[in-house]
């Protein structure tokens, strides 16, 4: 008995040797952890060090190559080569199993071949590809093109933004793709920033909510063909430039970084999110890239983060070449990794330079093994190594497919805010025959927004087409402006002017330049930041002459950040501020001004009247404007966080809290009674702020604490709840303590965040 028994170990031991043999690794049916540890202890140094860098795409280098010197390389943040070396390296590098990723690839065929090429290496390892799909996979071409986030954001629908998520990870996985650089969740709090558009706003809670439901609609249960790795970003504080321009100092309290910036990234953690990326910028004096309390203190020891961290664009590099804070590109790359970084985004040297590092005992392998085990778990838990390819013929049947249009244009109708309407809207197609429409943006697809490819023709339905789609009847009279705030032509401004006078309403349709294929000529966008948040060129002179018309002028801005649209704001009878709305904004535009959709969207961000305002936000403290301006500038916005304009009218009354006084770790509940007072039927964002009224550290003069969207039929009411819960009463006290302070609370519920459309309520918090 005792003989067979032993018989039997040995074949287990056996097997288990010639199945170790045979490599678990590349066993779907072993754990991951086992396929992990099987992976690893067959990989070269060179081999780990391979998986965590990241190369530009082999076409990309090709075209950069061609066209950028050596010396633009250094600024430029959106395209690259590798002087020196050209894509035969690369892909040499890749067969040799010694690329983990590759970004900006823009094709399944290129992604494809690439994957075949890490398929001829020693050990198989497959690319992760990873491509900024910020709103839809827009960046590479024939994919849907949704709204921009602030768009998004402005239509508080969370679950739009899961769906679009979701959607973006099926039309990504359909051209091999698995890593969108998204969700963008930093606290946008400066207008002059160009990267406003492609995050969610201002406000902590609502960016946190989008956020969540972001990385839950592209990861989805994070194992099957249809899920992507989200990347939230870009830790922290590059939202709040010192001078607007991206990439520049910041200098956060440790306070302001807890209470407004790292909400989002915290919570984007606890979501699941399974990578993260840092932030260009240095925060108090270090680098993002090498601040190990940022990366594992607070991230990976206080958070529990378990995916992996990546750079952004030569980011590590800039710790030698910009920052200063190491004296070699060897040292950067150390510092970065010591500190907790795991993928190097992007470029050469970084495989030798880091198994120097390691051979010479400075970075110990253990370290290095932390990295590529959470890459590695990545890759095996989105299925890469049983399915590295994607069939073609299998692509467009997904892509740009009719339900996903059809979500670009539902978030569209969503996310366009009406700013301003005096009576003239819903336009009344039988009053106004004939309409003139000019501005840079009329006929343009840069509605699609930054970190677009430029869209097919049939894919895009601009503002103009969209106007004659809608009313066929009516004589739309276009006036071209051009694509180019910068360059305008006089002469076509003198002649929009002039038909301005034949026409019975005109619109102009203006705002700022975000297509990235123009890099040099934007206006607006990443590394696109301004001094200044008005109309550039000569929009506003255009505006100014057409309304001298003396016939009704309606003005719709197309643009990413706020613009301090003052002389439109007191001069014109409406005004529409619609963001990048995607492919087809100019439908969702039309719908809008024809009354055939009526718009519900309210503003993500305060829209300021100029830049000395500026800091300018809602959640600002209580001293803010203790000594006002004295000049002629208010000490309050163009337009307020929260704020934005129906067709029909709402009431707001009966705010009522289920108690007057709570315990600290006790919940009230507030209700209040909406009703559609209006003739037609609305959806309303009802809006939750708190103050807390004395505190042993400051708070600000409001918080956004919940919302809800309600639809309501002309003279319906609906009771509105919410519940005020703990957490939304807590703060980081004198003491750094996260509590909730005894003391009186104000709860405020209405229509946006100015005063005037709040109806108030107090309650105490017990000792
Ligand atoms: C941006 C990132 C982006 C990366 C790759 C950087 O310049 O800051 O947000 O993901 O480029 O395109």
Redesign the pocket.
């Known amino acids: 008995m005792r003989n067979i028994f032993l018989c039997l170990m040995a074949g287990v031991i056996t097997c288990s040797c010639s199945h170790d043999k045979k490599e678990i690794y590349k066993d779907p049916s072993a754990p991951i952890e086992k396929r992990i540890d099987d992976l690893l202890s067959r990989m070269t140094i060179e081999e780990k060090v391979g998986q965590m860098n990241q190369f530009v795409g082999v076409e990309h280098i090709k075209a950069n190559s061609a066209t950028m010197t050596a010396d633009e390389l250094k600024t430029n ?2 395209n690259a080569f590798y002087p020196g070396f050209d894509e035969k390296d690369i892909e040499r590098w890749t067969e040799e199993g010694k690329v983990g990723s590759f ?2 690839v823009m094709t399944l065929d290129e992604a494809n071949y690439l994957q075949s090429l890490a398929m001829k290496s020693r050990l198989q390892i497959p690319i992760i590809f990873g491509i ?1 799909a910020i709103h839809g996979n827009a960046y590479a071409p024939d994919n849907t093109i949704y709204p921009t986030s602030i768009n998004l954001a402005c239509s508080f629908d969370t679950a739009m933004a899961y769906t679009i998520a979701r959607q973006t990870a099926r039309e990504m996985r359909a051209m091999n793709m698995q890593w969108t ?1 998204n969700p ?1 969740v930093e606290v946008a709090r400066d207008p002059r920033w160009g990267r406003v558009g492609e995050t969610f706003g201002e406000d902590p809670y609502l960016v946190t909510l989008m956020g969540v439901e972001s990385v839950k609609g592209y990861q989805g249960q994070f194992d099957g063909p249809e899920d992507v790795l989200a990347c939230i ?2 830790f922290v504080g590059g939202s709040q430039p010192i001078n607007g321009t991206n990439g520049s100092p910041t200098d956060i309290s440790v306070r302001t970084l807890r209470e407004v910036f790292f909400p989002p990234f915290k919570a984007g953690v606890e979501a699941g999110a399974m990578s993260l ?1 840092t932030a ?1 910028n240095e925060l108090n004096g270090i680098p993002c890239h090498e601040d190990k309390w940022l990366i594992t203190d607070v991230l990976r020891d206080e958070w529990k983060f378990k995916g992996f961290v990546v750079s ?2 030569m980011d590590i590099e800039h710790i030698h070449d910009l920052h200063a804070t190491a004296e070699n590109l060897k040292e950067a790359f150390y510092q970065s990794i010591m500190a907790g970084m795991d993928m190097h ?1 992007h470029g050469i040297y970084w495989n030798e330079y880091v198994t120097e590092l390691v051979k010479e005992g400075r970075i110990p392998v253990s370290r290095i093994d932390e990295s590529v085990r959470r890459i590695l778990y990545v890759k095996f838990r989105l299925g890469l190594f049983e399915n590295p390819f994607v069939d073609k013929d299998q692509s467009m049947t997904i892509r740009l497919c009719d339900e996903h249009r059809q979500t670009a244009l539902e978030a569209a109708r969503k996310g366009v805010v009406l700013l301003k309407n005096e009576g003239v809207l819903p336009l009344n197609a039988s009053k106004y025959k004939k309409v003139m429409v000019t501005g840079i943006n009329a006929d343009d697809h840069n509605i699609l927004g930054d970190w677009s490819a430029p869209g097919e023709p049939e894919d895009v339905t601009t503002i103009l087409e969209g106007l004659r789609q809608i009313s066929p009847d009516t004589q739309f009279d276009f006036v071209d402006q051009g694509w180019d705030p910068r360059n305008m032509d006089p002469a076509q401004v003198a002649l929009a002017a002039k038909k301005a006078k034949e026409a019975d309403l005109n619109i102009v349709v203006a705002g700022e330049y975000m297509m990235r294929f123009r890099w040099d000529e934007r206006t607006d966008g ?1 590394d696109t930041d301004r001094s200044d948040i008005n109309l550039v060129g000569l929009q506003n002179e255009l505006i100014e002459k057409i309304y001298a018309s003396g016939k009704p002028t309606i003005l719709i801005l197309i643009n990413g950040r706020p613009l301090g649209v003052e002389w439109a704001a007191e001069n014109l009878p409406a005004i529409i501020e619609a963001w990048a709305p995607g492919m087809y904004g100019g439908q969702a535009i039309a719908e809008i001004l024809y009354g055939e959709v009526n718009p519900s969207a309210k503003l993500a961000v305060t829209i300021p009247h100029s830049v000395g305002q500026l800091q300018m936000i809602y959640n600002h403290k209580p001293s803010m404007y203790f000594h006002p301006y004295v000049d002629n500038k208010p000490s309050t916005p163009l337009y307020p966080f929260g704020y934005g304009l129906s067709y029909t009218t709402y009431k707001y009354e009966d705010l009522k809290l289920s108690a007057q006084e709570i315990a600290q770790d006790g919940s009230v509940k507030a209700t209040v009674k909406l009703t559609n007072t209006g003739d037609r039927e609305g959806t309303e964002i009802v809006q939750l702020y708190i103050r807390d009224k004395f505190s042993s550290a400051t708070r600000p003069v409001k918080e956004l604490k919940d919302f809800a969207r309600i639809t309501l039929k002309p003279g319906e009411s609906q009771e509105v709840t919410f519940d005020i819960t703990p957490d939304k009463l807590a703060f980081y006290d004198k003491n750094m303590q996260w509590c909730v302070e005894p003391g009186e609370f104000i709860v405020m519920v209405g229509s946006s965040s100015a005063d005037d459309d709040l109806l108030k309520q107090t309650f105490n918090v017990k000792k």
């Open positions: 943040t959106a970004l900006h900024d650089f963008n970003k870009h990326m260009h952004d664009w985004m990443e």
